[in-house]
């Protein structure tokens, strides 16, 4: 499986993006984030049907995670940004499991990253 992420780029803080993951597979989908100087976090997952979602508490309420699989896509709708998401945003697949899991090394397959700056 291959996976592409898209959709970052700079935006002030209340702002919105979307990110997109274009990923193919019966998987459970992850998206974690990496500021620098610090560990790569989780932010969210779905399972493969989309009906299984969880989230970090920190994006909890502000972030959704959905999956447009006759796409072939997942999607991370981030709103009322902060500067504290600002950090390079990975899509990850989880081929080893059908439950979600939180830990980047339960994921073996990632995409390439893609930046997301919140300007204050």
């Known amino acids: 499986v291959q996976l592409q992420a898209s959709g970052g780029g700079l935006v002030q803080a209340g702002g919105s993006l979307r990110l997109s993951c274009a990923a193919s597979?019966?998987?459970?989908m992850g998206w974690f984030r990496q500021a620098p100087g610090k560990e790569r976090e989780f932010v969210a997952a779905?399972?493969?049907?989309?009906?299984?979602?969880y989230y970090a508490d920190s994006v909890k309420g502000r972030f959704t995670i959905s999956r447009d699989n006759a796409k072939n896509t997942v999607y991370l709708q981030m709103n009322s940004l902060k500067p504290e998401d600002t950090a390079v945003y990975y899509c990850?697949?989880?081929?080893?499991?059908?439950?979600?899991?939180?830990?980047?090394?339960?994921?073996?397959?990632w995409g390439q990253g893609t930046q997301v700056t919140v300007s204050s």
């Open positions: 597979g019966r998987y459970v």
């Open positions: 990850a697949a989880d081929r080893d499991s059908y439950q979600i899991r939180i830990y980047y090394f339960d994921y073996d397959t």
């Open positions: 779905i399972n493969w049907s989309g009906g299984r979602t």
